[in-house]
């Protein structure tokens, strides 16, 4: 029983090596898949060297979305409902504002000199404040400027030659929206020196995140203009203008690469800020796993941005999200540390490192031999038995 039962074993073993525990795909079949280009989900496969980083750095790199289309030009000093005017009435003669009203006129005491301070006019919903001695005068959409020559005509005729001067004391519909990863979110007023993105989410008291792992979106009118916070700190072109009733959120999105295979640990690690390089990736994880990993196939599997793959000559299709590529390094070759060294991770990137001959012959033999201790097992027990 013995003789029939592990020989059938052991070819059943070798049939279906391919069914033996993996801590990944094999080099063959990485081989296999990149052999197939044209067939949906394969990929090109690309030895790295430092010539291949080299002429991966040369292409400009690219930022994720732009929010140049969303720039305003849209006056954001415009008065408008809800808004609190301050306005001062001079009257050069004297007589309308001066010692002859003696006491408070709309609650506010007069001063010297034929002068009015008037305080805390809250723009109506009309579109209107009150003004002593003029009545009900529309100011929405109107400047501060524009509002007090609108205030000067509705006095004419009751003061010679009245001096208007209006302020916007609170700014209620000069606002917009801010949400998200900052420490004050809620409403922040737009100025005239202060409206660009960057001056709305500096009021927001900024974010306690790294610049790297930002988002920043602006909704406006149904449409949604998205950038990385690194676009918005260093091109100008991406701090823009807003305007009144913008929606910003600033979005938490943290970079993010995966290890598999014989690595000292099989993890997903966070992207410290600024650029990270290969051999700084491994190191993250406590480098190769000595005992089990082929060294001479470190990988590196990425969506990679069809201008750089058209700089390495290849001619994978893209897919939406990319061109799907597998980089190859030689650790064991000196010279390759340096690619290593010059080659930059990114978000989502994926560092995979097969098992070695030696490690993948002693699985197989560690199976044979417990397949054969079953066989011994059941012939004791056959025997035993009769």
Known sequence: MTRTIL????VAILGGCSTLPRDGPS???????????????SY????????????????????FGTLVAASSEQAVDLIGEGDTLSVSIYDPSGGLFGGALGSAVGGVAPTLGGAQALQGLTVDRSGSVAVPFAGQVRVEGLTPPQAAAAIRRALVGK??????????????????????D?????????????DRILDVIAAAGGSARETDDLTISIQRGGQTYLAPMTAVTTEFNENVRLQRGD????????????????????????????PMTL?????????????TANARRVMVF?????????ALGITQPATPKGVPVVYQLDFNDAANVFAATNMQIMPEDVIYVPLAGAAEMRKFFEVVQSLTRVVYDVSVTSTLNN
């Not at 700084?280 to 994880?285: E, F, L, P, R, W």
């Open 247 to 274: 929606v910003i959120n600033v979005q938490y999105k943290p970079r993010r690469f995966s290890t598999f295979g014989a690595l000292n640990a099989v993890t997903q690690v966070d992207m410290p800020a600024g």
């Open 159 to 180: 003061v010679a030659n009245p001096q208007v001067l209006v302020g916007i004391a609170a700014n209620a519909s000069n606002t917009v929206n801010v949400f998200g």
């Open 7 to 10: 020989p059938l074993a052991i």
């Open 44 to 63: 090109a496969l690309v030895p790295l060297t430092y010539e291949v980083t080299e002429r991966i750095k040369m292409v400009p790199p690219q930022f």
């Open 279 to 291: 051999t700084g990736a491994m190191s993250k994880v406590g480098g190769l796993n000595t005992n």
């Open 302 to 310: 990425r969506f990679e941005r069809p201008e750089v793959a058209q």
């Open 182 to 194: 900052v420490r004050r979110p809620g409403r922040a007023p737009l100025g005239v020196s202060s």
């Open 27 to 41: 080099g063959a079949s990485i081989n296999a898949g990149a052999a197939a280009a044209a067939r949906e989900g």
